[in-house]
């Protein structure tokens, strides 16, 4: 087994941050999450749906709550109440910083050495806050994981999410 450990550098301090177990999947899928955010809840059915998917294909997903208020008793709820699959981490906000995570959801796909290869949105559901399509139409986040399994180019490698915003203390 491999672990991917991120390492900040703060002031004169160096902090070792959250670490995520890396099995042999080639890539990782980052989720950052808040527990009480209606896009996270309302997206739940979309996370899971793509883990059972894709979870056997070499991708290994994770949702990371990066808000210092949200308890483990909060993503412990998440994780039953919404029946999320994978892993969830109350983590500090190391690794949000790093990615420059800005709202939840907000989803980052890595390879295995930690580039990244897809930030953004799960699908564009969500014109803004508040403000929700009638119909879906794109699913970027679906067609990241999907041309990284066939092995093509990632066609959108960027959007803008739309959520919660994450606090940066």
């Given at each position: 087994?491999?672990?991917?450990?991120?390492?900040?550098?703060?002031?004169?301090?160096?902090?070792?941050?959250?670490?995520?177990?890396?099995?042999?999947?080639?890539?990782?899928?980052?989720?950052?999450?808040?527990?009480k955010c209606p896009i996270c809840q309302?997206?739940?059915l979309q996370m899971r749906t793509l883990?059972?998917?894709?979870?056997?294909?070499?991708?290994?997903?994770?949702?990371?709550?990066?808000?210092?208020?949200?308890?483990?008793?909060?993503?412990?709820?998440?994780?039953?109440?919404y029946e999320i699959p994978f892993a969830?981490?109350?983590?500090?906000?190391?690794?949000?910083?790093?990615?420059?995570?800005?709202?939840?959801?907000?989803?980052?796909?890595?390879?295995?050495?930690?580039?990244?290869?897809?930030?953004?949105?799960?699908?564009?559901?969500?014109?803004?806050?508040?403000?929700?399509?009638?119909?879906?139409?794109?699913?970027?986040?679906?067609?990241?994981?999907?041309?990284?399994?066939?092995?093509?180019?990632?066609?959108?490698?960027?959007?803008?999410?739309?959520?919660?915003?994450?606090?940066?203390?």
């Amino acid at each position: 087994m491999r672990y991917l450990l991120y390492i900040v550098a703060c002031g004169l301090f160096i902090l070792l941050c959250s670490s995520f177990q890396l099995d042999s999947s080639r890539y990782e899928v980052v989720f950052f999450l808040a527990p009480k955010c209606p896009i996270c809840q309302d997206y739940a059915l979309q996370m899971r749906t793509l883990h059972n998917e894709f979870s056997g294909a070499g991708f290994n997903f994770v949702g990371v709550f990066p808000n210092d208020h949200t308890k483990r008793e909060d993503v412990a709820w998440f994780k039953e109440y919404y029946e999320i699959p994978f892993a969830l981490k109350k983590g500090d906000q190391s690794l949000a910083r790093k990615l420059n995570a800005s709202v939840t959801p907000e989803v980052f796909v890595l390879d295995s050495d930690g580039n990244v290869l897809y930030e953004g949105r799960i699908d564009n559901t969500y014109v803004r806050i508040g403000q929700r399509r009638t119909k879906t139409t794109t699913s970027e986040l679906r067609d990241a994981i999907e041309a990284l399994n066939e092995h093509r180019t990632i066609e959108i490698s960027k959007t803008q999410s739309v959520g919660c915003i994450i606090e940066y203390r």
